[in-house]
T-cell receptor
Framework: GNSVTQMEGPVTLSEEAFLTINCTYT??????LFWYVQYPGEGLQLLLK?????DKGSNKGFEATYRKETTSFHLEKGSVQVSDSAVYFC???????????FGQGTTLQVKP | EAGVTQFPSHSVIEKGQTVTLRCDPI?????LYWYRRVMGKEIKFLLH????????ESGMPNNRFLAERTGGTYSTLKVQPAELEDSGVYFC???????????????FGEGSRLTVL
């Protein structure tokens, strides 16, 4: 079946450090891939997405590239800030509905 | 414009009791989804409404869960009777179209945290 696996957290970094959160998926065909973020006290927000192989999604300094050969969609940011502290969810979607398959989430804590 | 709103934000009940969660989607969004995150695990799809009709309820865990969307506006999710394993965060999301493309993005609420003792 379809599934998403994320690296376990929590991830603790110092401000301005480089961030990578690994995400791999299992799916037939060509799913769309997403990263969602949940800041403390807020709802899930779409951070970025990619809909086909080799697409790069980017937003707020975050990037992720859809790698079909490695079935991965790793999230990266060159220099994290304290305000990036949140829970990050990788997700995939197989069809035209809003039925998303999420990973287990990775908590990021950035210390000043 | 108001986002997706959910209440209560947190509910603590005892095993065997009933709880009703409510979701108000963004005005004009025909699609409404319920998701659940149990014990820090992955967020799982529960069901999907298109207006007042259940389009897909394949993720509903059992018949103790009842979702409604009368009139195609707000939705309720009732758990009766609640069990310990029902504890978690219940998210609601809405979208204008099928969830793809610029107009189909899912907008999530803050979630309703349910604790069953």
């Amino acid at each position: 079946g379809n599934s998403v696996t994320q690296m376990e957290g929590p991830v603790t970094l110092s401000e301005e450090a480089f961030l990578t959160i690994n995400c791999t998926y299992t799916a037939t065909g060509y799913p769309s891939l997403f990263w969602y973020v949940q800041y403390p006290g807020e709802g899930l927000q779409l951070l970025l997405k990619a809909t086909k192989a080799d697409d790069k999604g980017s937003n707020k300094g975050f990037e992720a590239t859809y790698r079909k050969e490695t079935t991965s969609f790793h999230l990266e940011k060159g220099s994290v800030q304290v305000s990036d502290s949140a829970v990050y969810f990788c997700a995939l979607k197989k069809d035209n509905t809003g039925k998303l398959i999420f990973g287990q989430g990775t908590t990021l804590q950035v210390k000043p | 414009e108001a986002g997706v709103t959910q209440f209560p934000s947190h509910s603590v009940i005892e095993k065997g009791q009933t709880v009703t969660l409510r979701c108000d989607p963004i005005s004009g969004h025909d699609n409404l989804y319920w998701y659940r995150r149990v014990m820090g695990k992955e967020i799982k799809f529960l069901l999907h409404f298109v207006k007042e009709s259940k389009q897909d309820e394949s993720g509903m865990p059992n018949n103790r869960f009842l979702a409604e969307r009368t009139g195609g506006t707000y939705s309720t999710l009732k758990v009766q009777p609640a069990e310990l394993e029902d504890s978690g965060v219940y998210f609601c999301a809405s979208s204008q179209a099928g969830g793809t493309g610029a107009t189909g993005e899912l907008f999530f609420g803050e979630g309703s945290r349910l604790t069953v003792l």
